[in-house]
């Protein structure tokens, strides 16, 4: 499958629109079918409403490829609804974030779970200001976890640490198991917007090459977060945008 055939979008993006028959019109007309679902849109932890959800995204015409960003405990029991939703949804990945001070005992849960359910957990870096958006930190937390976890790539946010998002790409291909495709563009202060994507600090382009070389063939998933009581305009600039390098 080509990468704009796979390309899918954040329910996140859609954070305004809570009730799942516009979520779906809205999505459609975004000009996507694929779609990473988050917690605005369902309660994760309620497993009796897992089905119905999956349900009215399925019969609209939507895949769920991916849930998140999703934080997984120590705790197995507090952390199994959300791999039940994968199951129910037959999505393969989630992207999930961790608390520091539970290491490593919610890595370890994460390992037993994501075997257990057979879907792999792409990390998300939120920033410079998260623990999880260092290079270093997750070079360290990949050394010594299975191949079950590995990267959920923001492109923005990797914006936010100073570094270019390929620099992430590069030194996590085998790892890459996703990509929020997202953009900020920075004010002469160091404050970040949403932008379009391609037309702020992202270099599109670039991030070809590099996903290219790296062999990515993993979920790429848009995300805008700028206009949420109108968000498909914005959206589908952005597809636009993708479709100019990527198709």
């Known amino acids: ?16 629109i809570r009730q799942l028959p516009d979520l779906v019109k809205a999505v459609r007309e975004t000009g996507v079918n694929r779609i990473e679902v988050c917690g605005v849109h369902i309660d994760f932890n309620d497993i009796a409403s897992h089905a119905p959800v999956v349900n009215a995204l399925q019969e609209g015409g939507l895949t769920i490829v991916s849930s998140g960003v999703n934080r997984v405990f120590a705790d197995e029991a507090k952390s199994r609804p959300l791999f039940e939703f994968c199951a129910e949804a037959g999505a393969r990945l989630m992207s999930v974030s961790f608390n520091i001070h539970e290491l490593p005992d919610c890595l370890r849960t994460a390992e037993k779970l ?14 410079g200001y998260d623990w999880l958006g260092n290079i270093e930190t997750l070079r360290w937390i ?3 976890t299975s191949p079950r976890i590995g990267l959920m790539l923001d492109t923005a946010w990797a914006l936010h640490t100073g570094q270019p998002a390929t620099n992430y790409v590069k030194a996590f291909g085998e790892r890459l198991y996703g990509v929020h495709l997202k953009d900020f563009s920075f004010d ?9 994507v391609g037309q702020g600090t992202l270099d599109l382009p670039e991030l070809k090459r590099a996903l290219e070389e790296v062999g990515f063939s993993g979920e790429p998933i848009l995300e ?13 600039k952005c597809v636009e945008e993708i479709r100019k390098v990527f198709a």
């Open 224 to 236: 805008f977060e700028g206009d949420p009581s109108n968000p498909v305009p914005a959206l589908q």
């Open 188 to 196: 002469d202060k160091g404050k970040w917007r949403d932008a379009t």
């Open 1 to 16: 499958m080509s990468f704009m055939n796979k390309l899918g979008v954040q329910s996140y993006c859609y954070r305004d």
């Open 142 to 144: 990949f050394n010594q």
């Open 114 to 127: 994501a075997e257990e359910y057979d879907i792999r957990l792409g990390i998300h870096n939120h920033g």
